[in-house]
Every structure is written in C-alpha cells, then in structure tokens.
C-alpha cells in the first residue's frame, strides 16, 4: 500500500505548484464534500476541536472519497485507543496535535503500525482494510499509513531534530496558533518573532530531509509561509471562510442600505 498524502507531498505538478489545504472545523460530511469539489488539495477532518465521533468521521472519509481532497485526520490526543480505532475506521493519514518530545513521537508513530514495528490492534473486518478485501492488509498497512506530528510550543521547537529523526514520523505541521500564544504573543500568528521561528523549523526540518507544513489564516499569511519555505500549507478552514464572506456580504448589504437612505431611497 502507498499512502496517497506522502504521494501528494511528491508531487510537482499542482496548480499552486505545492499542496494547498484547509480544515474542516464544521463536523458536515456534506461541507467536506464541498471543500474537496472546490478544489482543494486536502483538509484536516479535525477531531480536536470539533464534535466530531468515530461514526461521523467515517461519514466525512466518504464524503470527500469522491473528490480529489485527500483527508489528513487530527486525532483527539495521542490515545493508542483512540489512534486504532480512527485508523480501523479508514484514516490512513493522521495529524497528532501538541507532540512535546521524541517519546511522544514514538508513541504516536507505533499506535499506528501493527507488530512488530507498533502496537495496533489487529481486526480482520475493518474499513481500513476493506472490510477484509485488501490482500495480506496486516502486512501492507504499516506502509499506508502516514504519520504527522504537530509543534505547538517553544519547547517543542526545542526537540524538533529529535521528533523529526524518529522513525516512522512522515512529516512535521507547525500550529502557529498555539506556538504564537505559547511565545506569548496571543492572537497574534504574524508577529515577527513568530514568523521568524517558523521560519527557522523549515530549515531544521528540511535538513533532516522531511517535510513540513503549516496554516494561515488568508492568502496572505499562505503567501508568508510559502516563502519561508514550507512544503504544504492549508488556508483558514470551512467555518472560518464561511464566516468571512458572511461578514463581509453582510457589511457590504448594509453599507448599501445606509447609503441608499442618505440618498432619500
């Protein structure tokens, strides 16, 4: 098995030239559905931060299976529990939010491999597997299985090399969110100092030879991070974008409407 994420990372013909992404804050399979027809690359279906269970998460995995949106799954915490029964449910590439340290790396990367390398549990009819349908899956599914690590805090930028060299970690996804609050500076992802740490991880990681990825909230912020170097980048989520162009329609309906009554309309 290959993992279609680690395929997506490889690729140099994307219209944006890299990976462009979102979340799907929105626990909708029908907005997921909709995100992927839009175009985009892949999405987090997040299970931190959203009233996501296991039973809607299969749901948003079919919605999207029929676009091109290739589905990173944020799980909870690193639960092995958790981790195994995402994966039974057909996540093949999942985001672990606030890694701190190598142990912790290693602790998500064997929950997601079956023995020898982890600790997966093994069931005979899953999703993951096809319901039984994929040859030998037991043996093959280490391989299509990507794992992804999420720094969130300066003192996890201080281990970065090592969560990076732990074997089996794919990728690295810095959270500008939490990092700028945990360097003090709340609500504010762009501040230079943040910015400049960020920028910083890129080089770190890319001399370990993997890949890292972030978000922003608007083009903008994209445009910033894609220039300090990061390999796949998401933009804002569903709700958020969904928001933004509500307040906006709303202040331009509005502005008409104080305007036309100025005019005597």
Same mark, same amino acid.
């Given at each position: 098995m290959n993992n279609p994420f680690a395929d997506l990372l490889a690729r140099r013909d994307l219209p944006a030239g890299y990976p462009v992404g979102s979340f799907v804050m929105s626990a909708s399979p029908l907005v997921a559905e909709a995100m992927g027809c839009a175009g985009f690359d892949w999405a987090v279906i997040d299970m931190e931060h959203t009233p996501l269970d296991l039973a809607d998460l299969v749901h948003m995995l079919q919605a999207v299976a029929g676009t091109r949106m290739l589905p990173?799954?944020?799980?909870?915490?690193?639960?092995?529990?958790?981790?195994?029964?995402?994966?039974?449910?057909?996540?093949?590439?999942?985001?672990?939010?606030? %890694?701190?340290?190598?142990? +912790? @790396?290693?602790?998500a990367v064997a929950a997601c491999k079956y023995p020898p390398v982890g600790v997966r549990g093994m069931a005979a009819m899953s999703r993951g597997?096809?319901?039984?349908?994929?040859?030998?899956?037991?043996?093959?599914?280490?391989?299509?299985?990507?794992?992804?690590?999420?720094?969130?805090?300066?003192?996890?930028m201080d281990q970065l090399e090592a969560i990076g060299q732990v074997e089996g970690v794919d990728s690295l996804f810095i959270g500008p969110g939490?990092?700028?609050?945990?360097?003090g500076h709340v609500g504010d992802l762009l501040n230079p100092a943040v910015v400049e740490v960020m920028a910083r991880s890129v080089q770190r990681c890319h001399a370990l030879g993997?890949?890292?990825?972030? %978000?922003g909230g608007t083009p +903008? @912020?994209?445009?910033?991070?894609?220039?300090?170097?990061?390999?796949y980048i998401g933009?804002?989520?569903?709700?958020?974008?969904?928001?933004?162009?509500?307040?906006?329609?709303?202040?331009t309906i509005r502005?008409?409407?104080?305007?036309?009554?100025?005019?005597?309309?």
């Open positions: 990173v799954t944020r799980v909870p915490w690193n639960d092995t529990v958790m981790v195994k029964r995402v994966l039974d449910a057909g996540a093949q590439t999942l985001l672990f939010p606030f %890694v701190q340290n190598a142990d +912790e @790396a290693r602790r597997s096809r319901f039984g349908t994929v040859k030998d899956y037991f043996k093959v599914a280490n391989a299509g299985v990507s794992v992804i690590v999420q720094i969130e805090t300066p003192q996890a939490d990092l700028s609050g945990a360097m993997k890949p890292i990825g972030t %978000v +903008e @912020a994209v445009a910033i991070y894609r220039k300090a170097g990061f390999d933009v804002a989520s569903d709700l958020g974008l969904m928001m933004r162009t509500c307040a906006a329609t709303l202040s502005a008409m409407d104080i305007q036309n009554h100025a005019q005597g309309y």
